[in-house]
């Protein structure tokens, strides 16, 4: 089955407490990226990836790091979690625009909370 | 910078009714695409409908369609017939037309609910 999975689900953690929330797509995707999901603010793109060892900003990348060693695999970590990244993160995939889609398939989403 | 705007922020009509949910977005771009996204409780984003701005006919998917009015920048979504199992949260999304631009810009949704 194609999806996107994402690892945890729910995390509560403690300030500065560093933590990963792991990605991974089955669909050979170039495209990759994360997204946080905040109460009137809709989804916001925080990091994105075009393909391995490619990655850049998206439009809230403060204290968040991200990696692509392999094509699949995207994860997302936070060195020094504060209370202000509680919120919802998806991470979601999608071929490249070339080669003619560009539907992006989202993950289930983690729940972080950070006290 | 591409901005999305749904400016209703909570809608409710009965079982079998029609209702449309408004979104307007501002861009200097010609060509982009435009979603519809609906979020139900279990919080999954599911693609309810995708516009091309290249495109004069506007999308429809079974009981869902799109009202697409490129001059004024608006992209409502009209779902008829409604069920149930619409209630949920919608947002609308941008994004451009161009390679390794596959950035979503989303709206600030609108939570719908359908009463029986």
């Known amino acids: 089955e194609a999806q996107v999975t994402q690892n945890p689900r729910y995390l509560i953690t403690v300030t500065g407490k560093k933590l990963t929330v792991t990605c991974s797509q089955n669909m050979n995707h170039e495209y990759m990226s994360w997204y946080r999901q905040d109460p009137g603010l809709g989804l916001r793109q925080i990091y994105y990836s075009m393909n391995v060892e490619v990655t850049d900003k998206g439009d809230v990348p403060e204290g968040y790091k991200v990696s692509r060693k392999e094509k699949r695999n995207f994860p997302l970590i936070l060195e020094s979690p504060s209370p202000n990244q509680t919120s919802l993160y998806f991470c979601?995939?999608?071929?490249?625009?070339?080669?003619?889609?560009?539907?992006?398939?989202f993950g289930p989403g983690t729940r972080l909370t950070v006290l | 910078a591409q901005t999305v705007t749904q400016s209703q922020p909570e809608m409710s009509v009965q079982e079998a009714e029609t209702v449309t949910l408004s979104c307007t977005y501002d861009t200097s771009e010609s060509n982009y695409y435009l979603f519809w996204y609906k979020q139900p409780p279990s919080r999954q984003m599911i693609l309810v409908i995708r516009q091309e701005a290249y495109k004069q006919q506007n999308a429809t998917e079974n009981r869902f369609s799109v009202n697409f009015q490129k001059a004024a920048k608006s992209f409502s979504l009209k779902i008829s017939d409604s069920q149930l199992g619409d209630t949920a949260m919608y947002f609308c999304?941008?994004?451009?037309?161009?390679?390794?631009?596959?950035?979503?810009?989303f709206g600030q949704g609108t939570r719908l609910t359908i009463n029986p």
């Open positions: 979601a995939s999608s071929y490249d625009q070339d080669l003619g889609t560009d539907t992006q398939y």
């Open positions: 999304a941008f994004m451009k037309a161009r390679r390794g631009a596959q950035k979503l810009v």
